[in-house]
Each structure stands twice: as C-alpha cells, then as structure tokens.
C-alpha cells in the first residue's frame, strides 16, 4: 500500500478488515469481511474489470466478490528470486 500512495496512483477506495489473528476461525472470519467490504465497493464503483494480484485471502474474496457481480476478473502473479 505504501508504494502505491507513494507513487500517487488513485485509490478509489478503502476496506479496513485487519484482524489481526493467523487461526483458522480468524482467517475464516477475514475472508468473511473482505467480501462484505469488497462486494460494496465493487458494487458501488462498477468497474470495466478488476485486477487481482497475489494468492492470499483478499485475491479470492475479491475474485469471488467480483465473479457473483459479473465484473470480469485479470489475475497477476509475479515471484522475484532475490
């Protein structure tokens, strides 16, 4: 995120769903508020196509959030070997 408000591209919005936990039940209960929070804005913004990047949770609630909408959906993955 800091790289992003560091390079001045446009947020056009923000989902606060940090809990801070690594259980099961916790990460469950993450996917849960991400989608509620992501469904919102996607379906508040209305956007051509989404962009996801990476493989953790908020990749899948907002691949699912965006398929039940009907928005399409461009997912990136990079690995740097450093």
């Not at 790289?3 to 039940?25: F, G, P, Q, V, W």
């Not at 379906?43 to 989404?50: S, T």
């Amino acid at each position: 995120m800091n790289e992003i408000i560091k390079d001045d591209l446009l947020i056009s919005d923000r989902i606060y769903n940090l809990i801070n936990t690594n259980d099961k039940i916790g990460r469950i209960v993450l996917i849960g508020n991400q989608i509620n929070g992501i469904a919102q804005s996607l379906n508040n913004l209305q956007p051509d196509i989404v962009l996801v990047a990476g493989d953790r949770e908020e990749a899948i609630s907002t691949t699912m959030s965006a398929a039940f909408l009907d928005i399409p959906v461009a997912h990136f993955f990079w690995w740097r070997y450093r």
